[in-house]
């Protein structure tokens, strides 16, 4: 029996999790952090909005409320407590009803992590001996 369209849809997404998961070089903790994101659209106008830090890492985070159009490739900045940092986007993905995104984010080097103080120790230890290798 052939597999429905569904469930091919289903399985690709469980792939990707998966090689998600494989690539992660630093412990992720769960959060609920409000900050500001701001860029340049794809349309050239400039943009300022609020959005929520679900996932963060000392290089990383998974932002979750965004309305303006990014693109994977694309460099944003994050206001979070006062401390600004760029991030590259690794990948979008729009919510059900089109007008709201996830938006996976990497820290662009040597921007300082502005959510350092909220990572544990132990956390930190982990992701520093994880990129040493």
């Not at 940092?85 to 921007?111: F, I, N, S, T």
């Not at 103080?117 to 290798?133: C, I, M, V």
Request: aromatic share 6%; net charge neutral; with cysteine.
């Amino acid at each position: 029996m052939r597999p429905g369209t569904a469930e091919i849809a289903d399985r690709g997404q469980l792939m990707e999790n998966i090689r998600t998961i494989e690539r992660r070089r630093d412990p992720r903790t769960e959060v609920n952090l409000g900050l500001f994101v701001w860029s340049v659209e794809t349309k050239g106008d400039h943009f300022l909005q609020e959005a929520r830090a679900r996932d963060i890492s000392l290089n990383g985070a998974l932002l979750s409320g965004l309305d303006t159009d990014v693109r994977p490739g694309d460099v944003i900045g994050i206001l979070y407590l006062g401390i600004e940092a760029r991030y590259r986007v690794v990948w979008v993905l729009y919510a059900q009803g089109g007008d709201k995104m996830q938006v996976a984010v990497h820290r662009v080097e040597p921007d300082a992590c502005p959510w350092q103080h909220l990572l544990t120790n132990q956390g930190l230890a982990r992701s520093a001996s994880a990129s040493a290798n």
